[in-house]
């Protein structure tokens, strides 16, 4: 059974140079260090706020503002691993004469008074393990993406970071003067550090940092228990399970599609694009595949944040009943794009954005994102909230749009930004919004709307096999009429549109072979896009080329690739959105939910059964 990554090791050096990332968080916000335990990226207190530390797009200036890190004096190298099943993080650091360090990393989340307790909060526990280590604790957040420095408090046992919107505590048992004059001594006991609200503790510092701990990795053994994952590649679609969930606001049920912004799609392309909001296109995939897994608590918190969207009928084109793309963690509808001047850009590359202007685009694919989303709660019978009629009515007025904007064009699932067409994939999610549809009205015995759902579902397909099939080339194109492909025709018989044995779907999977296969990798299209002709491979494409492959039967192939692409993840086992098919180096924001999903889809398809394996 192929497990998770060995423990990275790395020398000294540059730690800007990849994204060999790790991720700490609890749905509330998250956090991202480098290999050396170097907090490079976490915004607080959630998701989408200004960050704390920003150092990973700071530039070259980033080793000296926006992060926290523990210095270890004369460092050669360092370990690096997740706890078995848990988002607690351990790293060790090695200097020239023997001498280690071990840093336990993890955000609290457990169960408290019948409720999740999940504070904005990052305890850090460093423990001498050899030799005679010397530190140097260096902790310097900022505030207004990177322009402010934060005034300076301290008590007897702690240093408050006071900033205009946001007052941070650290409280800790090691010294405070060595932490505010950033003076190094000699590690001869075990240290704690809390970093979090302005609250005073009720225990001791290292009582309440054992104790959260304990109850933290308990969770996440516990929440592991109960995932239905395939009998191949169990490490690596545990990993990946985790991961998405921590990329879940679960206060508000939002899904954000990566936590970081303007980590570039490719080196100097200006794709650099702010991620840290609600796709529903991508939260769809996120609970879609935690679905497959048995955890279906994150699409029951999604559905009460989608309904309240819905219900309310917010948006930039609302007026008219559209539904926008994206949305933010809160439901902010206005996710205003603006250019970060304070911050230079991941290795220099910049801009930074802040918003993303994607919300104002007609991306027509929503509503069928929306109603897939939806759909297993009127089937599973363990929710405790299932779908009902009052969800089924919110759910119809998203059908009646897909029905009347199933042929109009759009900017696409790609979000192009100069141009709209009428993009083959957003049509097919709306055949999939009345189809869906069908089969919820079957299932509550609403014989005529099933009906009426039933013949919308049938008149879209036929139109669409009508409008988007190229006689020259043998297959399905990307816009009604075109002669270009983009990767998401592969994803056609994924969502049922056509079986896989049928011919045009195998017209339309070797076409795509022949234009957009790059080494063993796929690019989303090849067609010249508003920042010219994309240079790297977008991962989650790869993995729909692999489940493709299994689909038609060619699954050596698939299992192949599949290895290729875990063997492409970081040394913590994550994946970003994009990667070189030169190099295999990462790209893109990070960690990309849609790479997770796909890593998940993948597995669970390809694994040999439970049944067959012993």
């Known amino acids: 059974m192929a497990g998770e990554p060995p423990c990275s090791t790395h020398t000294g050096g540059c730690a800007m140079t990849t994204l060999n990332l790790s991720v700490i968080g609890n749905c509330t916000f998250g956090a991202l260090m480098d290999e ?119 008590g007897s046992n702690h240093i408050r970071y006071v900033m205009p919107h946001l007052t941070l505590r650290l409280t800790t048992d090691a010294p405070i003067t060595y932490i505010v004059e950033e003076t190094a001594f000699t590690l001869e006991r075990p240290t704690t550090l809390i970093l979090g609200p302005d609250e005073s503790l009720t225990a001791p510092v290292d009582e309440t940092s054992r104790e959260f701990f304990k109850k933290t990795d308990e969770y996440w053994r516990e929440w592991c228990r109960y995932l239905a994952l395939p009998f191949e590649w169990q490490d690596a679609v545990i990993r990946a399970s985790i991961t998405l969930k921590l990329c879940s606001f679960e206060e508000t049920g939002a899904i954000i599609a990566a936590m970081t912004t303007s980590i570039p799609e490719a080196p100097h392309s200006g794709r650099n694009w702010d991620y840290r909001y609600c796709w529903l296109r991508d939260a769809y995939f996120v609970v879609h595949a935690l679905n497959r897994l048995g955890a279906t608590k994150t699409m029951e918190d999604y559905l009460s944040y989608i309904s309240n969207i819905v219900a309310s009928n917010v948006g930039a084109n609302a007026a008219d009943g559209h539904l926008q793309p994206v949305f933010g963690i809160s439901q902010e509808a206005r996710l205003e794009e603006t250019i970060c001047e304070s911050l230079a850009g991941y290795r220099d590359m910049g801009p930074v954005r802040i918003g993303n202007r994607a919300y104002t685009q007609i991306q027509n694919d929503g509503y069928g994102s929306v109603i897939l989303a939806s759909t297993q709660s009127f089937f599973d019978r363990r929710l405790e909230h299932p779908g009902d009629m009052s969800l089924y009515e919110k759910l119809e007025k998203l059908g009646e749009q897909a029905t009347r904007l199933w042929d109009q064009p759009d900017a696409g699932l790609w979000e192009l930004r100069t141009r709209q067409q009428v993009h083959t994939y957003s049509s097919v999610m709306c055949w999939a919004a009345c189809d869906r549809l069908s089969k919820i009205a079957g299932r509550l015995n609403l014989i005529g709307r099933q009906k009426h759902w039933s013949a919308a579902a049938k008149r879209i397909r036929e139109g669409i096999l009508e409008h988007a099939w190229n006689d020259d080339l043998g297959c399905l194109v990307s816009t009604f009429g075109g002669r270009d492909l983009d990767a998401s025709l592969l994803c056609l018989q994924e969502i049922g549109f056509l079986p896989a044995d049928d011919p045009r779907f195998i017209g339309t999977l070797d076409q795509i072979e022949k234009l957009l296969k790059h080494d063993r990798f796929i690019h989303r299209y090849a067609a010249p896009d508003d920042f010219g002709t994309p240079e790297v491979a977008f991962n989650v494409c790869t993995f729909w080329y692999i489940d493709a492959l299994a689909a038609v039967g060619r699954t050596a192939e698939a299992r192949e690739l599949f290895e290729t692409m875990l063997a492409a993840r970081n040394p913590m086992g994550l994946l970003s959105e994009d990667l070189s098919p030169d190099n295999c180096e990462l790209w893109g924001n990070f960690p990309q939910t849609y790479s997770m999903v796909g890593l998940i889809n993948s597995a669970m398809r390809l694994s040999k059964s439970w049944e067959e394996a012993y």
């Open 36 to 154: 050396r335990a170097r907090i490079l990226w976490s915004c607080m207190p959630r998701f989408d706020s200004d960050p704390v530390f920003s150092s990973l797009v700071a530039g070259s200036e980033g080793d000296s503002k926006g992060l926290y890190e523990v210095e270890l004096l004369n460092f050669v190298r360092a370990e690096q691993h997740y706890r078995n099943n848990s988002a607690v993080v351990i790293t060790r650091l090695y200097d020239h004469a023997d001498g280690v360090v071990e840093i336990t990393d993890f955000a609290p989340r457990f169960k408290q008074f019948d409720r999740v307790y999940r504070p904005a909060s990052i305890i850090r526990h460093i423990r001498p393990v050899s030799g005679s280590p010397r530190i140097l604790l260096r902790l310097k957040p900022t505030y207004d993406y990177g322009r402010g420095t934060p005034e300076i408090t301290r």
